[in-house]
């Protein structure tokens, strides 16, 4: 059975925590359907208790039917959860944006409504002098602001979009950071703007960044190799699995590939990295959902009870669960999620 297969049959579960397992494995899965994220956001609006689905769910930005069950949600939800699906909100193209503006006034500053019509309306020109601009402030800002990076994101993402900027182009800013001590903005966005471009041509490039000491430049190769969904990108970051500083993310890379390639390459991995490294690998085989994976996941829980940095016994139970194979640990394992 497919993993989408899987996951149309369980995501309607009553079962909260087999629920907020598939929330998670779904977070960063490119391809994910569009009414998956619609079910989750539902179960949120319908039930309180389930309000830690939203910390998972991730739009599609053009999706224009789940914007608008956020906004029915902004309107339903009790207040402690209401700035959740502000924030939701967000994630969506600038036209969405503008449209949900009474909704979204205390969030966005004043001075970017403006910048949000260049991004509906503008020309070619308009679009990229507010590119210019935001690079300018983000520079500038003595610390670092999320909101900001975040929009200049949306600047980039037009630029895409409307075919503003050119592969080479991309290519060039890319090259421009890849060999500096340190990446600079712009040298982030262009990795974010090759994943926007599917630009597979550039795995191999990416994934060599995968050792440096950058968090957000690590989060945005992660994304732009994950949405290539490629056994290429497999190739290249297996070599990572057993390399301390990088594992963590290869492994994050290699669990959001659905193919049975991924699969064997993280089986054989196990085997083969020390054994503070199989945690990563553990979670990453359990979130592939394949049956192919049982015997180094048994190998794992047979070794490790519990762990500081992976939740095992929701790891545990879904995986046995979801997949309807038994196991001796399956009621300890549900016990131990229920007396949380």
């Known amino acids: ?21 598939i929330a998670q494995t779904l977070h960063d899965y490119p391809n994910k359907k569009r009414e998956w994220t619609r079910i989750l956001l539902q179960e949120a609006i319908d039930n309180p208790e389930k309000a830690s689905l939203l910390l998972y769910v991730k739009m599609d930005p053009e999706d224009e039917e789940t914007s608008n069950v956020v906004e029915k949600g902004l309107g339903q939800v009790h207040d402690s959860i209401r700035h959740f699906f502000a924030q939701l909100l967000l994630d969506f193209t600038p036209d969405i944006i503008l449209r949900n503006q009474h909704l ?16 509906v309306d503008g020309s070619e020109e308009e679009v990229w002098r507010e590119y210019i601009n935001i690079l300018t402030r983000l520079e500038s800002e003595s610390n670092f602001d999320m909101n900001t990076y975040l929009l200049a994101k949306k600047i980039a993402a037009t630029l895409v979009k409307r075919k503003y900027i050119s592969k080479n182009q991309v290519m060039m800013m890319f090259e421009a950071n890849r060999n500096e001590e340190w990446f600079q903005y712009d040298g982030y966005l262009a990795v974010y703007m090759m994943g926007l471009m599917e630009m597979k041509e550039a795995t191999v490039q990416l994934a060599s960044l995968l050792t440096r000491d950058d968090d957000m430049l690590l989060e945005e190769i992660s994304e732009a190799l994950i949405t290539f969904q490629t056994d290429e990108v497999v190739e290249a970051m297996k ?38 490294l199989q945690g990563t690998i553990f ?15 048994h190998d ?37 999620l229920n007396r949380r």
Request: charge should be negative; charged fraction near 25%; avoid cysteine.
């Open 1 to 21: 059975m497919t993993y989408e297969r899987i996951i149309d049959q369980n995501i309607t579960t009553n079962d909260r925590f087999l629920q907020e397992f």
């Open 104 to 119: 979204l006034s205390g969030i966005i500053q004043e001075q970017d409504w403006d910048l949000y019509r260049v991004l």
């Open 239 to 276: 070599v990572y699995l057993s390399d301390e500083e990088a594992n963590i993310f290869a492994a994050s890379i290699i669990e959001n590939i659905k193919s049975e390639h991924a699969v064997n390459e993280l089986r054989k991995a196990y085997h083969q990295v020390e054994e503070n």
């Open 283 to 297: 979670e990453a085989l359990v979130h592939q959902l394949s049956p192919l994976a049982e015997p180094e996941i």
């Open 300 to 336: 794992y829980l047979n070794k490790i009870e519990s762990s500081s940095f992976i939740d095992i016994d929701l790891l545990a139970y879904s995986y046995f669960t979801i997949l309807g194979i038994d196991h001796p640990k399956l009621e300890i394992w549900e016990d131990a």
